[in-house]
């Protein structure tokens, strides 16, 4: 198995705490108590592995190792690990004005201001989009979501919908398009191909646009493997597939939102003492959708450099790099009463870890007027129908 490289030692020595041992640092007991849990609450699979060794790996009966599971949210983090590849490539920076690319916005006040980075992390102001690229049309969802409005100031306020990764793939379609690709097979360029992994099924619009928030079908293992890349600083089998220190960027959240980075959760406020824990998918199901994310932490009882790429119906792919540890969670389609900060603690009872200190987070206490009208909340009106749906 490939080894931790030293440019990713470097940055958890920096950012996520000192590097991990390879013995194993879960309790077998611990483990073994999560996967109940879990089991209790519609948890279909658990994979956990430890400096590349697999410690447990089981399905519920029906469900198998090779059973493609649509992650819907977790593809996110696969178009962050993209977005930064793209700019150590010079094809994007991070904090270029969207406008550059996209003229159509360059007389609106607001969205001229967008940044590529602020698309990426969910402070863009862009309205939620839930109805309009989740809804069953017919139209081009990349052209449609440069028409969804900006209801705040860009780095004002986090909300969370697939707007943004619709608007920064219509970016990626028009850089690209020189190079005579599409974002879908920059995407499979670049990071599926070479982790040697399978999607078995993408959810896409009517014009063949693959959806890049929610879109991924893949089993657990293959999920694993992209989790195990991230862990291992963007190395896979010898080969640097995301360089080291653009990864890092991914997981440097915002003020607005200290749980949320570049398409990835993570959890490095948990050691703050104003620290809140929140469920991501309990608190996106509140009407209307909650717009104080300050303070946010996944749980207290989990490491500080934890990081979460999170999907609907409870798909989870936790990933420690300072314990070397990567986790893959599934769950059936209306799974009910899994909390992350119940899961968690759970896991990590009694295991033998470092202490990691997590990077100062300053958080920005704001008033923000409401985004939403009443009675909108969760990922869409009640009724409304779907067509790559979830969070």
Not at 261 to 274: A, E, I, K, M, Q
Request: proline share 7%.
């Amino acid at each position: 198995m490939p080894r931790l490289c030293p440019a990713f030692l470097l940055m958890s020595l920096v950012y996520f705490g000192a590097p991990a041992t390879t013995s194993a640092q879960l309790a077998k007991e611990s483990i073994e108590a999560a996967h109940a849990y879990s089991a209790k609450r519609g948890g279909i699979g658990l994979i956990v592995k430890e400096g590349g060794q697999t410690r447990f790996e089981r399905y519920a009966k029906g469900h198998a190792a090779d059973e493609p599971i649509h992650i819907y949210s977790g593809t996110k983090s696969f178009f962050g690990a993209l977005a930064v590849i793209a700019e150590k490539e010079g094809i994007l920076s991070l904090d270029e004005k969207v406008a550059e690319t996209l003229p159509e916005w360059r007389d609106d006040p607001r969205k001229a201001q967008i940044t590529i980075r602020e698309l990426l992390d969910f402070t863009s102001g862009l309205e939620t989009g839930f109805e309009e690229i989740y809804g069953r049309s017919t139209a081009d969802k990349l052209t449609l979501s440069l028409g969804l409005d900006a209801k705040t100031d860009p780095g004002d306020s986090f909300i969370y919908g697939p707007s943004h990764l619709q608007v920064f793939c219509e970016v990626m379609r028009r850089k690209l398009k020189r190079k005579g690709i599409s974002y879908q097979a920059y995407l499979e360029r670049k990071l599926i191909d070479p982790l040697g992994i399978q999607i078995s099924q993408w959810r896409a619009d009517s014009h063949g646009n693959v959806i890049p928030s929610a879109g991924i079908y893949m089993s657990g293992r293959h999920w694993m493997t992209f989790g195990e890349m991230v862990c291992r600083g963007g190395e896979w089998n010898g080969k640097q597939i995301v360089p080291a220190d653009e990864l890092t960027k991914c997981f440097k959240p915002t003020p607005i939102n200290p749980a949320f980075g570049l398409c990835f959760w993570v959890n490095s406020y948990c050691t703050r003492p104003d620290a809140r824990e929140i469920d991501v998918e309990e608190t996106l199901e509140i009407e209307p959708l909650p717009e104080d994310w300050s303070r946010a932490c996944l749980s207290k009882q989990a490491p500080p450099d934890l990081i979460c790429s999170l999907g609907s119906n409870f798909q989870r792919l936790y990933i420690v790099p300072s314990m070397e540890l990567v986790i893959v969670h599934q769950g059936k389609k209306g799974a009910r009463g899994f909390r992350d900060a119940e899961f968690l603690p759970i896991l990590f009872d009694g295991a033998q870890r470092p202490a990691p200190e997590a990077a100062p987070t300053e958080v920005t206490e704001r008033k923000v007027k409401p985004l939403f009208p009443k009675g909108f909340g969760g990922f869409l009106k009640k009724g409304a129908e779907t067509d790559a749906g979830g969070q």
